[in-house]
């Protein structure tokens, strides 16, 4: 949740920036939730190679692909129990008894699964295109937008509703970052009555890059998860994630008492079945190897996208802001301490991924190479990986990977490289 509201509160930040009439038409189409209609009056300019046309086509794609999958994870029931932000996502409910925001969820087999994660992967690689070409250097755009605002048909009714904007969806969450109870005005918030202040941003060709390397995260992980067989774990485990799709275990939920309770038990067992079942042969071997190549592009857009940012000679509250530009968060300060750290840490995650550095194994002196277990792996099982068996193919003598490696990186973010990581993308 901190990580959420990280991010979160970094894109809310107010800033000044010019109007434009393709700033006009983003946040046009993205109030009113007409995503698509957007895309369409994009299209043109965009494939001229107009940077802030593709800007805005990007944004729209990757809201839409977003919005897409949110309908897939609705149609077929999808609940989540104990995380009350992603249950509001999903189409409503809190935290409490898994039941689905849908009450007539459709019937979800294995294959419906991995075409549903392969179409979000599709998407997020075409709204990817938009910002990439939005990325351009030397491009002065701004694209002001209120985020909250920003609206999704989460239901698939065909409307993007008052209570299905952005703000609706992170109102509880803002609300627990401020340390405080909802207001009234937090309450109508969420109701998507109104817009929380100071959330206009102004997004340029940086974050266009900025947006370009988180896409690339996202795809890295679908191709990890589509590289693989999940089956096993999908009949054991996700019945708990789509309670009525018809999943193998769903009339077993609740059964007999072992220990605890019907409903207790019942859990504790899913998990123990969901922990054995991590063991997923791979199906898709030139996928698989196709994710250092995708890692590194991550760590190449980051460089980037500093490039850009050191580029920048405004200061209007920027994402993220270069050492001569004002910061958002007390203790946050980017310095040229920061970007250098920062920059040494991208060449360390190369040489990981390149495996010239290796991963150290808790069970082992010799290092754990991961582009060899991406190269050749047969399949990836969690806990013998874990426990050491299944590193064993994988280990080799060389430099590991250590506290030192990350030396700079420490020295400068200290406890909180993670949430820098995060920022910087």
Same mark, same amino acid.
């Given at each position: ?6 991010? #979160?509160? +970094? ?19 993205? %109030? ?68 689905? $925001? ?14 549903? *994660? ?8 075409? #709204? ?83 947006? $370009? ?23 054991? %485990?996700l019945h708990r994630v789509f309670p009525q799709a018809g999943l193998p275990m769903q009339d077993y939920a609740s059964g007999g008492t072992l220990m605890l309770d019907p409903d207790s038990d019942a859990g504790i067992a899913d998990i123990i079945a969901g922990i054995h079942t991590l063991n997923f ?51 946050? +300060? ?14 360390? @995650? ?35 990986? @874990?426990?050491?068996?299944? +590193? *064993? ?25 993670? *949430?820098? +990581?995060?920022?910087?993308?």
């Amino acid at each position: 949740m901190r990580v959420f509201g990280f991010l #979160a509160v +970094a894109m809310l930040a107010p800033m000044v920036a010019q109007a434009s009439e393709n700033g006009d038409r983003l946040t046009s189409h993205l %109030y009113a939730g007409t995503l698509a209609a957007g895309q369409a009056a994009f299209a043109a300019s965009k494939d001229a190679g107009d940077p802030d046309s593709c800007f805005g086509w990007g944004l729209l794609s990757l809201a839409g692909a977003v919005e897409g999958l949110a309908q897939d994870f609705y149609r077929y029931g999808a609940t989540t129990p104990g995380t009350e932000l992603a249950a509001r996502i999903l189409g409503g409910g809190s935290m409490g008894a898994p039941a689905p $925001a849908n009450p007539a969820p459709e019937q979800l087999s294995y294959a419906g699964l991995r075409t549903v *994660l392969s179409d979000f992967r599709s998407e997020v690689a075409a #709204a990817q295109a938009g910002f990439l070409c939005g990325g351009e250097a030397g491009s002065d755009y701004v694209m002001e937008v209120d985020v909250l605002q920003a609206r999704l048909d989460v239901n698939g009714d065909g409307q993007a509703e008052e209570g299905e904007t952005l703000g609706a969806f992170l109102a509880p969450l803002l609300g627990e970052l401020a340390g405080a109870e909802m207001t009234p005005d937090d309450k109508a918030l969420s109701k998507g009555v109104v817009a929380a202040p100071d959330s206009i941003v102004g997004f340029d060709a940086a974050d266009a890059v900025w947006f $370009a390397g988180y896409s690339q995260i996202l795809m890295v992980h679908l191709d990890l998860v589509l590289a693989h067989d999940f089956e096993d774990f999908f009949d054991a %485990y996700l019945h708990r994630v789509f309670p009525q799709a018809g999943l193998p275990m769903q009339d077993y939920a609740s059964g007999g008492t072992l220990m605890l309770d019907p409903d207790s038990d019942a859990g504790i067992a899913d998990i123990i079945a969901g922990i054995h079942t991590l063991n997923f042969p791979v199906i898709d071997k030139p996928l698989l190897a196709s994710i250092p190549a995708q890692l590194k592009q991550v760590t190449a857009l980051s460089r980037q996208n500093w490039a850009l940012i050191l580029a920048e000679t405004d200061d209007n509250a920027e994402l993220i802001p270069n050492p001569g530009q004002t910061a958002r968060f007390d203790g946050m +300060a980017v310095t040229d301490d920061t970007v250098a750290a920062w920059r040494e840490t991208l060449d360390v @995650l190369d040489q990981i991924i390149d495996g010239k550095l290796l991963i150290p194994h808790w069970r082992f002196s010799q290092g754990f190479d991961l582009k060899a277990f991406f190269d050749t792996s047969e399949r990836t099982d969690l806990v013998m990986l @874990l426990t050491g068996q299944g +590193a *064993l193919p994988f280990l080799r003598d060389g430099p590991i990977a250590d506290a030192q490696s990350f030396a700079a990186g420490n020295a400068v973010f200290g406890e909180e490289f993670f *949430l820098f +990581a995060l920022w910087f993308n």
